[in-house]
Nanobody
Framework: QVRLVESGGGLVQPGGSLRLSCGAP????????MGWYRQAPGKQRELVAS???????NYADSVKGRFTIARDNAKNTVYLQMDSLKPEDTAVYYC??????????WGEGTLVTVSS
């Protein structure tokens, strides 16, 4: 059974940085589109950033210029570099992998808390 594994969450002060990682062992990683989503308390899950198998990137307006998504196909890993963090970035961040044919995998999430 495929399991995506997120890491890198934690507590950071406003203006600080974190880098999230998502490992995806056991899948043909280079064929998958990868995405980072987040869900804050009382809110719906939302797309933060995505990167296709062809390395096209997309960002939510709220994180443009602050977050960067990248992937390393040799390591089956996708990253989310988060800079200039704000309290409103506080959420559980989830990794998603999907490909043609409707195959979708999710991670269990990693908590990011931005607070002084």
């Amino acid at each position: 059974q495929v399991r995506l594994v997120e890491s890198g969450g934690g507590l950071v002060q406003p203006g600080g940085s974190l880098r999230l990682s998502c490992g995806a062992p056991g899948i043909a990683f280079s064929f998958y589109n990868m995405g980072w989503y987040r869900q804050a308390p009382g809110k719906q899950r939302e797309l933060v950033a995505s990167i296709t198998s062809g390395f096209s990137r997309n960002y939510a307006d709220s994180v443009k210029g602050r977050f960067t998504i990248a992937r390393d196909n040799a390591k089956n890993t996708v990253y989310l570099q988060m800079d200039s963090l704000k309290p409103e970035d506080t959420a559980v961040y989830y990794c998603k992998a999907d490909r043609v044919g409707g195959i979708i995998y999710w991670g269990e999430g990693t908590l990011v808390t931005v607070s002084s």
